[in-house]
């Protein structure tokens, strides 16, 4: 039979989410779990998202989970976790101040408003040493999630052609079987820092929370004078603050909007398991 959930709709400036609560989410069979998140992302025939968050409660702190929109679990999300805090704490279900347990471990969050969110991420952990495909050199940075961020010198941003190619290739690399997002960040004619994202497990994305962490990271690292930048998305802004030491935490300011909220069911034809030929 049909399994029908409620949801909320949610979005990180313009990064989308379809935020189930856990033991809502527990009702789909585990076995044809990624079928149902991909059901869920399509923007065709589902709600439509970058990926599914997932949360519940332990004690007084939040539990925080998240898929891609190709099925694949990842470990962390910074503009996922500030929207699921958002529809949370405005409610008062959690504190203003907590910590959200993550699979990529505990994150300390800040409620000010659904304008204002900002979460305490551990100090950035490099992964891999620099690869450089081309004319492009990317520096290899983990922030809950794995990132590769180049810094691009002609202030224009990347060419489309080559950021999707490099992008997916990057993605699909020997090196990373999990996958890689990659980042490509440059800085304009009148000094704002721009940003473009491709997601592992996704694709180009509006915008991602640890993906500028690490962007961020990297241009501090290259700028050491800088310690708070903004980086602008094509789907709007987040701050990131760094001090710049190996065991400094990282901070990510930004807002989390609520787009709709309702119930869906995910249809047999999905939840069926899925058999090979």
């Known amino acids: 039979m ?7 709709k949610m ?4 990064n989308d989410f379809v935020v189930v609560a856990a033991y809502d989410f527990a009702r789909i069979p585990a076995d044809v779990n990624e079928a149902a998140v991909r ?3 399509d923007r065709n025939f589902g709600v439509g998202a970058d990926g599914v968050l997932t949360y519940g409660m332990h004690q007084d702190s939040l539990v925080f989970g998240i898929f891609n929109a190709d099925g694949s679990r990842d470990t962390m999300c910074g503009n996922g976790l500030r ?3 958002s529809l949370l704490a405005e409610v008062g279900r959690i504190p203003a101040i907590g910590i959200a347990y993550t699979d990529s471990g505990d994150v ?7 304008q204002k969110v900002m979460l305490k991420l551990p100090a950035p952990q490099d992964f891999h040493a620099p690869i450089t495909v081309g004319d492009f050199t990317f520096t290899f940075i983990n ?4 990132h590769a961020v180049v810094l691009l010198s002609d202030g224009q941003g990347p060419d489309p052609v080559a950021f999707v190619a490099v992008s997916s290739d990057m993605e699909n690399h020997a090196d990373f079987p999990d996958g890689v997002s990659t980042n490509w960040v440059w800085r304009d004619v009148n000094g704002g820092l721009h940003l473009r994202t491709w997601e592992r497990g996704v694709g180009e994305t509006l915008g991602c929370g640890t993906g500028t962490c690490a962007a961020g990271v990297a241009y501090i690292t290259n700028y050491p004078g800088e310690r708070t930048v ?9 701050v990131v603050s760094w001090e710049g030491g190996p065991n400094d935490p990282i901070f990510l300011t930004g807002p989390a909007n609520r787009v709709m909220q309702g119930t869906i069911s995910i249809p047999d034809s999905v939840l069926a398991p899925q058999t090979g030929v």
């Open 11 to 14: 979005h990180g400036i313009g």
């Open 83 to 85: 929207c699921v805090v």
């Open 2 to 8: 049909p399994v029908t959930i409620p949801f909320h």
């Open 230 to 238: 903004t980086l602008t998305s094509e789907g709007g802004s987040l």
């Open 143 to 146: 922030t809950g999630s794995p």
């Open 39 to 41: 059901y869920l992302c």
């Open 108 to 114: 300390q969050y800040t409620y000010q408003s659904s």
